[in-house]
């Protein structure tokens, strides 16, 4: 199909689903496109069960939570998602922005906004767990409950691992953390958090053989050069991940380190282009999710005026009174 928006937002994340919110804000008729099909970009992707510390207004909040609210933020404004579908190629036209998706459609836009985050990811894959992808192996966890009651065992040595292993342990009937060195790239304190939890934890271990006949039944490690079996019905293989910005690094942007360089306006080096969240990139950056919701406003408010330039750079306040 072909759309027609005022805004597309390329990347349905935390910081493009506020920058829905604030489009619809701005008056702006808005579509999101996200390859994922769920929004929620990395977050819904790879941790919904974390909780987030530095989010403002939250001492804590369950990533899944927040993007629920964010979602139904946008929603007030009905934004138009186009999810589980890329966006491939970006072209100018008269009147703004096409944009061609990988289904054949189009968008029409006054203005592209990416935030697109750290871009397209792939999971690393465990090597022994060749053929089981789906019959006992994950990537992510998108619903504890569906582990109840299961043995699990995750494979790495990272904070998504450890991060893993909290959520998980209230579920399954057991949990064990196998990585292949003594030490640990996850934070000291998560790890302490595991251990006390009675999480087994087991090191200098490699993953020989998955085994099973109607499903995952056991794990084949060699630890120290002895042979040993853990039970599993799953298999975490959180092994960090690959990324990329994919068909965005074709689009004539500047790019810095696979970040895209944007002015204060969060313009980027084409015309009705810009950036906000994790892929834009400018001195002093720093990637936080607060920063990207910030960056959002900051953009949209500059697009709006893009589009009409008799509008304010400035609407007021969402809480000033009509």
Known sequence: ????????????????????????????????????????GQITAMYPEKMIFD??????????????????QANQWDPRYLLGSQART?????????????????????????????GEFRPRPLPAGDGWLGRGVVHFVPALSAHAGQDV?????????????????????SVTVVHRRAT??????????????????VTNAEVLELRGEDGLAEVELKVEGERRVLPAQTVVAALGFTADLGPIESWGLDLDHR??????????????????????????????IATGFGEAATAVNNIAVRLNPEAHLFPGHSSAES
């Open 1 to 40: 199909m072909d759309h027609k928006v005022d805004l597309l937002v390329v990347g349905a994340g935390p910081t493009g689903l506020f920058a829905a919110y604030y489009a619809g804000f701005r008056d702006l008729s808005v579509a999101l496109v996200d390859s994922l099909p769920e929004a929620g």
């Open 55 to 72: 989010v403002a207004g939250f001492p804590a909040v369950r990533g899944r939570d927040l993007v629920t609210a964010l979602v139904e």
């Open 90 to 118: 970006l072209s100018t036209v008269d009147d703004g922005i096409v944009v061609g998706l990988a289904d054949g459609g189009t968008v029409t836009a006054g203005a592209v906004l990416i935030t697109a985050g750290i």
């Open 153 to 173: 065992v995750v494979v790495g040595g990272g904070d998504s691992a450890f991060d893993w292993a909290l959520a998980l342990h209230p579920f399954a009937a």
């Open 184 to 201: 640990f790239r996850a934070h000291p304190p998560t790890v302490r958090q595991v251990r006390d939890l009675g999480v087994e934890v």
């Open 259 to 288: 970040a895209i360089v944007v002015d204060t306006t969060m313009r980027t080096a084409r015309d009705r282009v810009y950036a906000a969240g994790d892929v834009a990139q400018y001195p002093g950056k720093v990637k936080l």
